[in-house]
């Protein structure tokens, strides 16, 4: 399995592993699970024995806030930020690969922190138009068209 390292602000080397697709594009992988593209590669997960930090490095914050305009029904909204570590991880890995593919969790706390223009290769991934509707593990990347 290809694999690329990147140093944290401290200096520990944290392993992402990578997937290539056909035309020969790098993938950093940030998930544990497997993935099928619409290149016909597969990315068949991390094996037992890979060091998983890289999920953990990547962990988005989420505080949840009352909104009292809801009122006399109880309701929060969340916010999503991703620590100043996650950044300069997604900003070192995205100098290594063509793409780092990451949950929309994550795509959703790089906008809501002003962040989203800044890492362009930092992408989420869009099932293929026939396998939208699949469950999980019967989606299909759809290697055209990334979701932002």
Same mark, same amino acid.
């Given at each position: 399995?290809e694999?690329v ?12 592993p990578?997937h290539?697709?056909k035309?020969?594009r790098?993938i950093?992988?940030t998930?544990?699970?497997s993935f099928?593209?619409s290149?016909?590669?597969e ?11 890289f999920v953990d490095?990547l962990t ?7 909104v009292?305009?809801?009122l006399?029904n109880?309701a ?6 991703? #620590?100043i570590e996650?950044?300069?991880l997604?900003e070192r890995?995205? *100098?290594? /690969? !063509?793409i ?5 969790m994550?795509?959703?706390a790089?906008?809501?922190m002003g962040l ?6 930092v992408?989420a991934?869009n #099932?293929?138009?026939?396998t939208?509707?699949e469950v999980?593990?019967k *989606?299909i /990347? !759809?290697?055209?068209?990334?979701a932002?």
């Open positions: 399995m694999k390292t990147v140093k944290t602000m401290d200096g520990k080397e944290i392993v992402f990578v290539t697709l035309n020969g790098k950093a992988i998930s544990k699970h099928k593209f290149d016909g590669t990315f068949p997960g991390v094996p037992e024995d890979f060091p998983t930090d490095a988005v914050q989420r505080e949840f806030r009352e009292k305009e809801a006399p109880k929060t909204e969340s916010v999503q930020r991703l #620590s996650g950044q300069l997604l890995l995205s *100098k290594k /690969v !063509d780092v593919l990451v949950s929309y994550v795509i959703s790089l906008k809501e989203r223009y800044e890492l362009p290769k992408l991934m #099932s293929t138009p026939e939208a509707r999980p593990e *989606k /990347v !759809d290697i055209n068209n990334w932002w």
